[in-house]
C-alpha cells in the first residue's frame, strides 16, 4: 500500500541520523554532559558575525512581504549574481548568474543535480569511503551507484576510476575537502581526473560533480577549484559548514559556464528542481548568504579540537590520518568489524559511525565539529577504549 | 545526455512562472507601477506581529549554533509537539506528534507524501480546475495524474470521482480553500467522499491527500477539517499564506492517527523526504512558526482587494464565481480560447494566468493578493478591456 523503497529508507534512517538521534535519547537519561556524541556534521562554532549583522539589517530595511516573500525559482537576481562574481573573482571561472541556481543545501543540490542528469540505465560513480547519502540520492534518481576505491591515503585512485568507467557512466561525484577521510585533493589529482574524463567523454560528456560544502573548512592547504580542471563540472555547494547554517538549508549549484551546452544543463537543473518540490531556497538566508560569501566561522576552533583529539587519539594508541580539511577524522578500527568497535565504544558513552555505511570496513568517522569541552571529557573515556585493545 | 524529462520542465517552467517572470521584465522597461501583475500567488500583506517578535526573541536567546543547526529530520521535538496540540485543540483530532513531519512547504509537502505513497502504475485523481504542479509531482513521483471535473460551482462532483476510481487508485488530491477558484468545500462534500472512499478502499486504502496552504484565507465561511471525515488521510499544510512566509519554505505533513498503519506511512514520509534531499526544514522558521501556529495576517486586506476587483469586474461585464477563499478570482475568459484573451490583457499591462493549465478551458486566473494601489490603478485598465468584448 506504500512505496516500500521509501518505507525501508525511512525505518532504517541514516546510520548517522540514527546514532545522533541514540544521542539524543542517551542525553536524556544520563545528562548531556555525559554523552560524548561525535556523530554528526552539526557545526559547534557560531556564524561569522556577518550572518546576524546581515539578518538584522534585513529585518530593518526590506518589507517582510518582500523579504519573506518567494523568490524567482532559481534565487533572488542580486543574490545569483553575487554568487556569480565571487566565483570569478574567487577561482577566475567567467560565471555567469544565469548559471546559478540558488538550493536548500548540499543535499537539495546533489538531488537536483543527479536527477537533472541521470536518465535510465546511467551509472554514477562514487570514491569510497563516501558520504552515504550519495547512494540514496543516485538510486533515488533511478540511476546506479558504482564504487570505486580511493588509493591507501584516501586520495584518488585514476586508475580504478578508469578501469569502473564504462558507456552508462553519467558522472562522477568528488568530494573535497573530504567526508569522512578530511583529505583534500592535490591539484595534480584533479590534472589527472579531468584529463581521464576529458578521454572518455567520447560519445557524450561525463559529468563531474563537486560537492563542496567544507571548502572554507582547511588547516592551511588550498583546495583547487574543480572548473579550473574539467569542463563539464557542476559545482553543489552548500553554506551550512562554513557560516554554520546547516539547518537554515541554503546553498546552490553553479553549472561551469564552459560546459557543453551549460544553458540546457541549467534547464535540465531548474526542471529536477521544479519537479522535485524546491519551489525557491529560503528567502532571508539567500539574501544573508550573497552577503557573507567567502567568509566562514573561525575554523581555528576546529582546528583546535583537530589537533587535540589527534593527538590524544594517537598517544592511545589508535591509528588515522591527520586530516587536512573538513571537521572529521577517520580511524581505524582496532577490531575488523567497526560496528563491534563502535558498540563497544559505546559503553563508554562515545559515539562514532562505524565506515560500513561510507562504503570501507574496518573505520570509524569522528565528527570533531563538537564543544571543546566535550572532547576534554572525553579524553579519559578514548582512553579506557584504547586499554580494551593495546593494554 | 541529460534527463530530458527534466530539460523540458525547466525550459517550459510553470505558466505562473513564466508570466511572473515577464512581469518582472516588463517592469524593468516601464516601471513596476505600469504593470498590473496579477500572475503569482505571493502574500501582499506583511506577516503579523508575532513573526518577527519571534524572530527577534529566538536570536536573542538561542546560541547561533543551536538555532541554526540541523533539526532532526522530521523537525523539531518542541515543534512537532506543539503543532500536534494545535491540531488536537483548533480540530479535535488526537494528533500524535510522531505523526508530524516538518517541511519546506507545501511543494515539499506533496512531492514527500506522494513519493511516500506512489507505486508503479499508481494513479492519483486531482479535481479539474487544480494547481498545475500537482500533475508535475504525480508524474515525477512515478504515477498517473487522473484528472476529474468539479460540478459547474467548482465543487466536488462525487459521482465523476466513483466514476474515475479504479483498481489502480492510490489517492485524491483535494484543496480547500481551493486555488484557482477560491471554493471552500463544505461539510456535507467531505462527508460524502469521506464515504465513497471508505467504500472504495476494498483491497487497500485510498488515501485522501489535502493540501490546505489557504485555511486561514476564508471570508467568513468555515472550513471543515479532512481527517475528520476520513481516517486515511494525509494533510499537507504550509504556512507561506497563512504567516506571508511564501519564500521561506516551510510547513508540515500531518498523517492522521486514524490512518491504517500510520507509522508505516510516516516511515515513508521520512524516507520520501530523505531521498529527495530534505535534510530538515529551516530550523529558524521551524521555530517561528511553532508559536505563530493559528495566527494569520491581516487577511482583512485581501478581503478587501476581493471585494474591490470583484464587484469592479462584475460591473464591467466579467462573469466570476465570489470566492469563499484563498485570493484568487477565476474569471470566464469573454472569448473562448482564455490564452488569446490573457494576451490581449498584455495589451493593457493587465497579467493573468490562462486557466489552461489548471485542466480546464476558457477562464483565467487573477491573484488578488497584490496592493490595494495595484488594483485600484488597474482598473480602468479592465474596463478598456471589457470594452473589447461588451461594448
Known amino acids: 500500500m506504500l512505496n516500500k523503497t521509501m518505507q525501508k529508507l525511512g525505518e532504517e534512517r541514516s546510520v548517522i541520523r540514527e546514532i545522533f538521534e541514540y544521542g539524543n535519547r542517551r542525553a536524556a537519561e544520563i545528562g548531556r554532559e555525559n554523552v560524548y556524541d561525535f556523530s554528526l556534521g552539526n557545526p559547534s562554532v557560531p556564524s561569522p558575525a556577518c550572518v546576524r549583522e546581515e539578518i538584522d539589517r534585513l529585518l530593518n530595511t526590506l518589507p517582510p512581504e518582500v523579504l519573506h516573500g518567494y523568490t524567482s525559482a532559481a534565487g533572488a537576481p542580486d543574490v545569483r549574481a553575487a554568487v556569480a562574481s565571487y566565483i570569478h573573482e574567487s577561482f577566475g571561472v567567467p560565471m555567469d548568474a544565469n548559471l546559478v541556481y540558488m538550493t536548500c543545501g548540499a543535499a537539495a543540490s546533489l538531488t537536483i543535480t543527479l536527477n537533472a542528469l541521470a536518465e535510465e540505465g546511467d551509472e554514477f560513480i562514487v570514491l569510497t569511503p563516501y558520504f552515504p547519502e550519495y547512494r540514496v540520492f543516485i538510486e533515488r534518481a533511478g540511476a546506479v551507484c558504482r564504487e570505486v576505491a580511493t588509493d591507501a591515503r ?54 563531474l560533480i563537486a560537492d563542496e560544502p567544507y571548502r572554507e573548512l582547511t588547516y592551511g592547504k588550498s583546495v583547487p577549484y574543480p572548473m579550473n580542471y574539467y569542463e563539464n563540472t557542476i559545482l553543489c555547494y552548500s553554506f551550512s559548514k562554513s557560516l ?72 592511545y594508541g589508535f591509528t588515522c590520518i591527520e586530516p587536512d580539511g573538513a571537521f572529521y577524522l577517520f580511524v581505524k578500527s582496532p577490531e575488523p568489524d567497526a560496528k563491534a568497535f563502535a558498540e563497544r565504544a559505546k559503553k563508554y558513552e562515545l559515539l562514532l559511525v562505524p565506515s560500513d555505511s561510507f562504503g570501507v570496513e574496518g573505520y570509524v568517522r569522528i565528527s570533531y565539529c563538537v564543544a571543546r569541552s566535550t572532547i576534554e571529557r572525553s579524553l579519559p573515556a578514548f582512553q579506557k577504549l584504547a586499554k580494551e585493545y593495546f593494554a
Request: hydrophobic residues 40%.
Open 154 to 207: 584516501f586520495h584518488i585512485d585514476i586508475a580504478a576510476i578508469e578501469a569502473a568507467i564504462n558507456e552508462h557512466t553519467k558522472g562522477i561525484l568528488v568530494n573535497s575537502p573530504n567526508n569522512p577521510t578530511g583529505v583534500v585533493y592535490d591539484e595534480e589529482e584533479f590534472v589527472a581526473l579531468g584529463k581521464l574524463l576529458k578521454e572518455k567523454s567520447v560519445s557524450r560528456p561525463i559529468f
Open 244 to 315: 554554520s547554517l546547516a539547518g537554515e538549508r541554503i546553498g546552490y549549484i553553479a553549472v561551469s559556464p564552459m560546459a557543453t551546452n551549460a544553458n540546457d544543463i541549467f534547464s535540465a537543473v531548474a526542471g529536477a528542481g521544479r519537479s522535485l518540490g524546491y519551489v525557491c531556497a529560503p528567502a532571508l538566508f539567500q539574501r544573508v548568504c550573497a552577503k557573507c560569501l567567502g567568509r566562514s566561522s573561525d575554523i581555528k576552533e576546529y582546528e583546535k579540537n583537530r589537533e587535540l583529539l589527534y593527538s590524544a587519539l594517537k598517544e
